[in-house]
Each structure stands twice: as C-alpha cells, then as structure tokens.
C-alpha cells in the first residue's frame, strides 16, 4: 500500500516558476514508477511526466517538453515536478501516482498506475 500527499501548488504568473513535490508512505517507494497527471475544468485527466523507479528513465508529453522536469528522491521518498516557463494553459489539479512495472507497460496510460494523491491546484494568470 502507497499513500501519496501532493503540495506545492499556487498561484503564479505566466512566465514563473513552481515546484511540486509528492510524498509517499510506504518502504515499496523506490519499486514504483511515479508518474504526474493534470485536469484542467471540464477537460479529461492527462499525462504531464513519469519517472522510472531508478529515476533514470523519463518521459514527458509533448506539451510540457524542455519546461517541466521530473525528479525523485528514493531517500525521502518524494517525487518531484519542476515546472518552468508556465502558461496559462498549464493551469490544472496536478496528481501523482505511482505504479509497478509501469514504465514497461506504458506510463501515459492512466490504467497502469496503482495508487493516486488528492491533488494540488495550480493556477497560471496571464
């Protein structure tokens, strides 16, 4: 059983800068991928970035590309959402997951993750 908490959202202005970090409970973190989804209002959860259990392997949708960056500490059990450059566009709930054996079977789809955060609002203004 994982347990994930996710903090660090706000409100910044197009342009700036956040860092979200989640933390997880449970000595299995350093087995799962972990992955960050966003909603937007009105719009379908989608994949932003996932991050292998090593953290040597990454990927990113298109949308976010050279902007956001995913990172985790196996030592403090958190991962980690470096968001640069924001835009309006980017404003969403952000949750993480975490999942087994993801990375192998596919870390964009929503299905291969096995626990989900509550979320953390991001807000861009323009």
């Known amino acids: 059983q994982v347990q994930l908490v996710e903090s660090g959202g706000g409100l910044v202005q197009a342009g700036g800068s956040l860092r979200l970090s989640c933390a997880a409970s449970g000595r299995t973190f350093s087995s799962y991928a972990m992955g960050w989804f966003r909603q937007a209002p009105g719009k379908e959860r989608e994949f932003v970035a996932a991050?292998?259990?090593?953290?040597?392997?990454?990927d990113y949708v298109d949308s976010v590309k050279g902007r956001f960056t995913i990172s985790r500490d196996n030592a403090k059990n958190t991962v980690y959402l470096q968001m640069n450059r924001l835009k309006p566009e980017d404003t969403a709930v952000y949750y993480c997951a975490a999942g087994l054996a993801t990375m192998g079977r596919g870390p964009q789809r929503r299905a291969n993750y096995d626990y989900w955060g509550q979320g953390t609002q991001v807000t861009v203004s323009s």
């Open positions: 991050i292998s259990w090593s953290g040597g392997v990454t």
